[in-house]
T-cell receptor, first 113, second 110 residues
Framework: DTGVSQNPRHKITKRGQNVTFRCDPI?????LYWYRQTLGQGPEFLTY????????KSRLLSDRFSAERPKGSFSTLEIQRTEQGDSAMYLC???????????FGQGTRLTVV | EDQVTQSPEALRLQEGESSSLNCSYT??????LFWYRQDPGKGPEFLFT???AGEEKEKERLKATLTKKESFLHITAPKPEDSATYLC???????????FGAGTRLFVKA
């Protein structure tokens, strides 16, 4: 399967714990995006990378959230001190240099209890 | 601020009953407008990119059109397997941040 891969698919954590999600993009894609989606809403932009550089970050993203993309390959999204409001589907997408056709992974569903 | 509004929120059709979904947008210079399909519990699946007013694209029973202020997704003779949420999104010139609408949930009954 050469699509975007996200792990884990589901994560249940207690409030206050840290969690980390991983995204493996399509291999030749140099752009990688993270989104958050809650029930009944469209995906909400969090951040995006071009190769290893984080070029844009939503001002909605608190300092509890951090993302990395070492060596321009896979990416990780970490949430520190999770809160119940962080419960959502976290989606990763990648695109090639043209950037106008993004392919999404299946997402990681986070539940904070 | 860049914004995308989709209507209706939900649409129920009988199999074979054609209809259209609307996406109104405001953006400071359009790089591209996108349509995605999303099934429950899955990530969005890319359908179309439109770049300029007057452009149209088709795929099976779907046809997307674009004006300077809105886009339509026309569904011709839908089948139950077309039931899904359809998402519209825009990218502004100068960046790759993509703004999504809340989607239209389509239900097609056999």
């Amino acid at each position: 399967d050469t699509g975007v891969s996200q792990n884990p698919r589901h994560k249940i954590t207690k409030r206050g714990q840290n969690v980390t999600f991983r995204c493996d993009p399509i291999s030749e894609h140099n752009r990688l995006y993270w989104y958050r989606q809650t029930l009944g809403q469209g995906p909400e932009f969090l951040t995006y990378f071009q190769n290893e550089a984080q070029l844009e970050k939503s001002r909605l993203l608190s300092d509890r959230f951090s993302a990395e993309r070492p060596k321009g390959s896979f990416s990780t999204l970490e949430i520190q001190r999770t809160e119940q409001g962080d419960s959502a589907m976290y989606l990763c997408a990648s695109s090639n240099r043209g950037g106008t056709e993004a392919f999404f992974g299946q997402g990681t569903r986070l539940t904070v209890v | 601020e860049d914004q995308v509004t989709q209507s209706p929120e939900a649409l129920r059709l009988q199999e074979g009953e054609s209809s259209s979904l609307n996406c109104s947008y405001t953006v400071s210079g359009l790089r591209g407008l996108f349509w995605y399909r999303q099934d429950p519990g899955k990530g969005p699946e890319f359908l179309f990119t439109l770049y300029s007013a007057g452009e149209e694209k088709e795929k099976e029973r779907l046809k997307a059109t674009l004006t300077k202020k809105e886009s339509f997704l026309h569904i011709t003779a839908p089948k139950p397997e077309d039931s899904a949420t359809y998402l519209c999104a825009v990218q502004a010139e100068g960046g790759f941040k993509t703004i999504f609408g809340a989607g239209t949930r389509l239900f097609v009954k056999a």
